[in-house]
Nanobody, 124 residues
Framework: QVQLVESGGGLVQAGGSLRLSCAAS????????MGWFRQAPGKEREFVGR????????VYVDSVKGRFTISRDNAKKTVYLQMNSLKPEDTAIYSC?????????????????WGQGTQVTVSS
C-alpha cells in the first residue's frame, strides 16, 4: 500500500504563504495522480488540485487558481502544495491523496490512499 504523510501546516496571517508537503512511500510507481483536498469545519471535503505523476499536468479548483501551485519531486517521492495570498476562507484541514488508476481525478472517491491531514489556519 502507498503511505502518505503531510507536513507544513500551521497558522498564518491573511496574505501570507505556506508550503505543504506530502511524502509518499510504498509502491509509488503505481500512482497515477496525487491530489490535494481540504475540509473546513461544517463543510464537505473539497478538491483543491491534482498533479499527474507522469506528465506533471496540474488542475486546480477555481478558487485557488493563481494562488496555489502543486509540484512534485520524484526523487524524493514528495508532492508540494505552495499556497500564496492565503485568505481566511482557505482555513481547513488539508489532505493529500494518491490515485492508482486513470480517469477522473477531481473527486475524493477517485483516490485510493489518503494522508492524515494537516491543519491550515489563516487569520484575518
Amino acid at each position: 500500500q502507498v503511505q502518505l504523510v503531510e507536513s507544513g501546516g500551521g497558522l498564518v496571517q491573511a496574505g501570507g504563504s505556506l508550503r505543504l508537503s506530502c511524502a509518499a512511500s510504498g509502491p509509488t510507481f503505481s500512482v497515477y495522480a496525487m491530489g490535494w483536498f481540504r475540509q473546513a469545519p461544517g463543510k464537505e471535503r473539497e478538491f483543491v488540485g491534482r498533479i499527474l505523476s507522469s506528465s506533471g499536468n496540474t488542475v486546480y479548483v477555481d478558487s485557488v487558481k493563481g494562488r496555489f501551485t502543486i509540484s512534485r519531486d520524484n526523487a524524493k517521492k514528495t508532492v508540494y502544495l505552495q499556497m500564496n495570498s492565503l485568505k481566511p476562507e482557505d482555513t481547513a484541514i488539508y489532505s493529500c491523496a494518491a490515485k492508482t488508476s486513470g480517469g477522473l481525478s477531481v473527486r475524493a472517491s477517485d483516490y485510493n490512499y489518503w494522508g492524515q491531514g494537516t491543519q491550515v489556519t489563516v487569520s484575518s
